[in-house]
């Protein structure tokens, strides 16, 4: 069975402190894709990155970074020097190469405190 | 930039009445999703289609069915609301590519049952 977890609900931390967010996924296919999103308060949810399977390359975005580590399946994401803005919830999503349905984890609500 | 809009961010409506949440999107993609999006519970798919007056149900389609009769406007309807519908609900859109298409999400809408 397909399936997402993110297993830290809630985290807050002081701003300025580096974050880590959990994402570990179940797939036996070996084509899958994978991705973050964030949704702030307004809702929407936001586009971040995506992965394919076959790219293991750790990825960095100015203060965003992802790890992408297939022998433990996890997909985790690291924001470093975290800003009040970045107070959001995080989804971590897979998608298998069959179909364009995605399978999103239950979330992380992220709260940066001032 | 992808635009996907939804016609109300909120919505306040009786148990028993008809409800219609639009979804339109702004990039020809040929993909669509309606999305229910609960705490504690993540983002589930209702429905999805993959062309004009083609649909396919998600995880949980009770209660609601849809409308594709053009390709950029999708529409989700509760035949007759119920206070378990109160939720807030996203649409999103995609080009058709086997999984490694990115999902593009409306703002959502806030629908309360009363």
């Known amino acids: 069975a397909q399936k997402v977890t993110q297993a830290q609900t809630e985290i807050s931390v002081v701003e300025k402190e580096d974050v880590t967010l959990d994402c570990v996924y179940e797939?036996?296919?070996?084509?899958?894709?994978l991705f973050w999103y964030k949704q702030p308060p307004s809702g929407e949810l936001v586009f971040l990155i995506r992965?394919?399977?076959?790219?293991?390359q750790n990825e960095i975005s100015g203060r965003y970074s992802w790890n992408f580590q297939k022998s433990t399946s996890s997909f985790n994401f690291t924001i470093t020097a975290s800003q009040v803005v970045d107070s959001a919830v995080y989804f971590c999503?897979?998608?298998?190469?069959?179909?364009?349905?995605?399978?999103f984890g239950k979330g992380t609500r992220l709260h940066i405190l001032p | 930039d992808v635009k996907v809009t939804q016609s109300s961010r909120y919505l306040v409506k009786r148990t028993g009445e008809k409800v219609f949440l639009e979804c339109v999107q702004d990039?020809?993609?040929?993909?669509m999703f309606w999305y229910r999006q609960d705490p504690g519970l993540g983002l589930r798919l209702i429905y999805f289609?993959?062309?004009?007056?083609?649909?396919e149900k998600g995880d949980i389609p009770e209660g609601y069915s849809v409308s594709r009769e053009k390709k950029e406007r999708f529409s989700l309807i509760l035949e007759s609301a119920s206070t378990n519908q109160t939720s807030m609900y996203l649409c999103?859109?995609?080009?058709?590519?086997?999984?490694?298409?990115?999902?593009?999400f409306g703002p959502g809408t806030r629908l309360l049952v009363l």
């Open positions: 289609s993959y062309d004009v007056k083609m649909k």
């Open positions: 999503a897979l998608n298998l190469n069959r179909d364009d349905k995605i399978i």
């Open positions: 999103a859109s995609s080009l058709v590519g086997q999984g490694y298409e990115t999902q593009y």
């Open positions: 797939t036996r296919d070996t084509t899958y894709y």
């Open positions: 992965r394919n399977s076959f790219d293991e």
């Open positions: 990039m020809d993609h040929e993909n």
